[in-house]
Antibody
């Protein structure tokens, strides 16, 4: 069964760049049937889509975050990553990685448990 | 438009039927997907492509769509259904995903 696991720092300083990795186990990241994405949720608030990547490397980013976001894939490690630059307190959130299935209306059908990131000096 | 609008909160008596709605221009083109999120947990997919359920999701969950509105219906709500529910779809450009603001469901 496919599983996703986020990893990265829990605390980052303002103006710095956040780097998170999502490790995929139980299946290959190199499949034409899926997108791989990042979603975040500030404390007490709703879900916000950050961006997604197709296995080919094509990326799709939230227009409101596009200037600060980079999503990349490392097929040799079966991982994909998120970089978010110029952090502010507003970027404090639980960050989820998830798989979106082309055959399920591009729905995010498998999620990681999420990792809490706090932006503070 | 890239917005999906949901009512912030809805309540239902135990065993009764409740409908949660989601409105947005993109829903005229794309079907909605629905997610359930219990406190402290990651979201789980409950409905995709208008009215399909992933394996393991009870059949009391169903979806529908008309015009710019998608709906999630829970027929015979159970105590364990109390959660936040989010709709999501592609935006009108088709290049981005978008989530609704979420609906908090209380089972009385």
């Amino acid at each position: 069964q496919l599983q996703l696991q986020e990893s990265g720092p829990g605390l980052v300083k303002p103006s710095e760049t956040l780097s998170l990795t999502c490790s995929v186990s139980g299946g290959s990241i190199s499949s034409s049937s899926y997108y791989w994405g990042w979603i975040r949720q500030p404390p007490g608030k709703g879900l916000e889509w950050i961006g997604s990547m197709y296995y080919s490397g094509r990326t799709y980013y939230n227009p409101s975050l596009k200037s600060r976001v980079t999503i990349s894939v490392d097929t040799s490690k079966n991982q994909f990553s998120l970089k978010l630059s110029s952090l502010t307190a507003a970027d404090t959130a639980v960050y989820y990685c998830a798989r979106a299935s082309y055959g399920k209306n591009d729905a995010f059908d498998i999620w990681g448990r999420g990792t809490m990131v706090t932006v503070s000096s | 438009s890239s917005e999906l609008t949901q009512d912030p909160a809805v309540s239902v008596a135990l065993g009764q039927t409740v409908r949660i709605t989601c409105q947005g221009d993109s829903l005229r083109t794309y079907y909605a997907n629905w997610y359930q999120q219990r406190p402290g947990q990651a979201p789980i997919l409950v409905i995709y492509a208008k009215n399909s359920r992933p394996s393991g999701i009870p059949d009391r969950f169903s979806g529908s769509s008309s015009g710019n509105t998608a709906s999630l219906t829970i027929t015979g709500a159970q105590a364990e259904d109390e959660a936040d529910f989010y709709c999501s779809s592609r935006d009108s450009s088709g290049s981005h995903w978008v989530f609704g603001g979420g609906t908090k469901l209380t089972v009385l």
